[in-house]
């Protein structure tokens, strides 16, 4: 089964302090997207860089602490739930000045993805770049009954072919059985427990697993425990084609 669970993933040193859990790429068995889960030390840093394939753009995701973004030019603070996205050959650079450890999703729809030093562009004044997104300006709003969720990185910020969001589970909510004909999902449990439908079982994901369904892979998510769980849903796509199915036969 494609799910990998965080006892079973490798932290392995990506850059000077930054350490990566590998949670999705040709290494686990993804065709289409690789997933990490990164760890910045304090003073640790990730100098001005550029992602040359034409399908290597890179969404980034903050969870915790704060990092900061040099991103063509202009310098932000990110936070928990702040989102850049950097789009193939954009250069992009982080920094961890505040002291404490922060802690970043990276996500590329397409599996090996490489990584090439550039010089920084000259700093300029100018409006936000749309792919840099605070979470105090996205919407929050229910998917389903239960199920609130934030689009993190669509199409509004010239994503090509990604599409990345965040979904709140309450107790007792179900997110519909589902499959996409063509492409890979990848879901990562951030927080809490999932009883999820993979093909033809049910099993229980937790704080840490990487979920990866394969293209007309039948799956779903319910949260029978009594906490909100938090879950990251990554396609390697902008328009997610997504057929609704019958799971009426699984003990879920
Ligand atoms: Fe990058
Ligand atoms: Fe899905």
Same mark, same amino acid.
Request: proline share 29%.
């Given at each position: 089964m494609a799910i990998l669970r965080r006892a079973n993933q490798r932290l392995l040193r *990506?850059? &000077?302090g930054g350490n990566r859990y590998?949670?999705?790429?040709s290494k686990t068995g993804s065709r289409m997207l690789h997933v990490g889960d990164i760890r910045w030390a304090p003073g640790s840093s990730m100098p001005c860089h550029i992602h !040359? %394939? !034409?399908?290597a753009e890179e969404s980034q995701l903050m969870l915790e602490g704060e990092l900061e973004l040099t991103y063509e030019g202009q310098t932000y603070t990110m936070r928990p739930g702040d989102v850049a996205l950097a789009p193939p050959g954009t250069p992009h650079a982080w920094v961890n000045k505040s002291g404490k450890m922060a802690r970043m999703i990276t996500v590329f729809p397409m599996n090996d993805p490489s990584t090439k030093d550039v010089e920084p562009p000259p700093i300029k004044n100018g &409006?936000? &770049? *749309? +792919?840099v997104v605070f979470k105090k300006d996205m919407k929050l709003f %229910?998917?389903? &009954? +239960?199920i609130m969720r934030y689009d993190l990185v669509t199409e509004a910020q010239g994503a090509k072919s990604t599409f990345f969001s965040m979904l709140f589970f309450e107790p007792g909510s179900k997110a519909p059985t589902h499959y996409h004909p063509a492409t890979e999902e990848a879901q990562f449990i951030v927080k809490g427990e999932l009883t999820a439908v993979y093909g033809n079982e049910v099993t229980v994901c937790r704080t840490g697993d990487l979920y990866l369904a394969e293209p007309g892979l039948r799956h779903g998510f319910t949260n029978k425990s009594d906490q909100q769980a938090v879950l990251l849903a990554i396609h390697p796509t902008a328009r997610v084609e997504r057929v609704l199915v019958d799971d009426t036969d699984l003990p879920y």
């Open positions: *990506r850059f &000077p590998y949670l999705a790429g !040359p %394939e !034409p399908k &409006p936000q &770049p *749309r +792919g %229910e998917f389903q &009954p +239960g």
